[in-house]
């Protein structure tokens, strides 16, 4: 702690001490009124005397307390509640004491520093009585070419922003690509449960539905699916719409019944610790870097973690969804519906083999269930969001693929 943050506390302890004495102490009985004998007068000047020796001894034991206090801050660390964001390189400007009390560590400032972020290629769309943050790259004339339309679909707890650098390089490349933030995530409407959308499976199918048409993709697109839960979601839109998908990808995605449930959302589906757990501010970013052998940089853990600084509609509506998902039924209809003879539609399953949540087994389980239709491409180095991690080798591979 710097020397003005330690005189500040020490200020605040000398005030608080004070005014604790003071409301403590017996009320100060002044006449109302003074007479003008002398009996009086000096009776007045005893009590104004008294009271001055009384705050005088109190004001010189506040001060030795303080004292001491600070000398104790010279020898040990001093406390920080919000102790358990600093171990993180990612979080070092989330909410923290910082060095100088003020400037950069409370919630509303790091709001004003960061609001604007993360917004590339974005707009908002409305369709079906909700507001959707949309990404998009390419253009209109590009889905009528030989390269065609591709929509992307995130995982929980995440947003489209993992997708904006194979975005960019794969418009460069000719193809028109649409991201949306799930209805519930990132810069979309966060609606409480109960009116209007409760977070199931066949709400969020309908939903996709009506964006679809809002955005005008009707010919046959190409599909990429990346993460858990709405990612999930994704895959088993796919199953019921067939003829909508001319080529579907994969990115480290629930896709076998024996497909492990990472903590989180473990946590999330237990009373009490789920509604505790939804309100970490940070607990995007320490997902995607759970799952990766990499740290993220601030500049873009600022954009997951925003969301979720902003109001607590995010983490309420994650809690929603995960409370309603049967994640071993949904894996097991994803790995049935996509075997040999139900699904012959190429996929690509592009898999970051360093992924700390689904291992390459999980991947390779898939791909004997279908190996006429699946082609697997492992991705070294790139956890699981490979997106995010290598965007580079994913760009590639949905090159060659689509």
Not at 93 to 102: M, Y
Request: charged share 20%.
């Amino acid at each position: 702690m710097s020397v003005l943050h330690r005189t500040e506390v020490a200020n605040r302890i000398w005030w608080f001490w004070f005014m604790a004495l003071s409301l403590s102490s017996q009320p100060l009985n002044f006449p109302a009124t003074y007479s003008s004998s002398t009996g009086n007068r000096h009776t007045a000047a005893v009590s104004a005397a008294s009271i001055t020796n009384t705050t005088t001894r109190r004001l010189s034991l506040t001060q030795k307390f303080v004292a001491k206090a600070s000398e104790k801050d010279d020898d040990t660390p001093s406390f920080n509640p919000f102790g358990f964001v600093t171990d993180n390189p990612s979080s070092r400007n989330a909410i923290q004491l910082p060095e100088a009390p003020a400037e950069d560590g409370n919630v509303g400032q790091m709001l004003y520093r960061i609001e604007d972020k993360g917004k590339e290629y974005g707009s908002y769309i409305k369709s079906g009585g909700f507001t959707w943050f949309v990404r998009e790259t390419g253009t209109s004339d590009a889905r009528l070419g030989p390269r065609g339309t591709v929509v992307f679909l995130h995982g929980a707890p995440t947003q489209s922003f993992g997708y904006r650098v194979v975005m960019s390089q794969l418009a460069d490349a000719g193809f028109h690509c649409f991201a949306p933030d799930w209805i519930g995530f990132g810069f979309s409407d966060k609606p409480q449960a109960g009116y209007g959308f409760d977070y199931t499976e066949k709400e969020y199918h309908e939903q996709l539905d009506k964006l679809l048409d809002v955005l005008e993709i009707k010919s046959p697109f190409s599909l990429v699916v990346q993460g858990f839960l709405v990612g999930s979601y994704g895959l088993t839109w796919a199953l019921k719409n067939p003829s909508r998908i001319s080529k579907l990808v994969m990115l480290n995605t629930p896709l076998t019944a024996s497909s492990p449930i990472p903590g989180l959302f473990q946590q999330l589906r237990i009373p009490l610790l789920g509604e505790f757990t939804c309100q970490n501010a940070i607990m995007a970013e320490r997902f995607i870097e759970a799952g990766s052998a990499y740290v993220l940089k601030v500049e873009k853990a600022d954009v997951y973690r925003l969301p979720y600084l902003r109001s607590s509609g995010p983490g309420f509506a994650l809690l929603e969804a995960a409370k309603r998902i049967n994640f071993k039924g949904t894996s097991s209809q994803i790995a049935d519906g996509f075997a040999s003879g139900r699904w012959d539609t190429p996929i690509l399953v592009a898999w970051g083999i360093s992924d700390k949540y689904l291992p390459q087994s999980i991947a390779e389980e898939f791909q004997k269930g279908n190996p006429s239709a699946v082609t697997l491409k492992l991705i070294e180095g790139a956890g699981h969001m490979p997106q995010e991690d290598w965007p580079e080798k994913v760009v590639d591979a949905l090159k060659y693929f689509l």
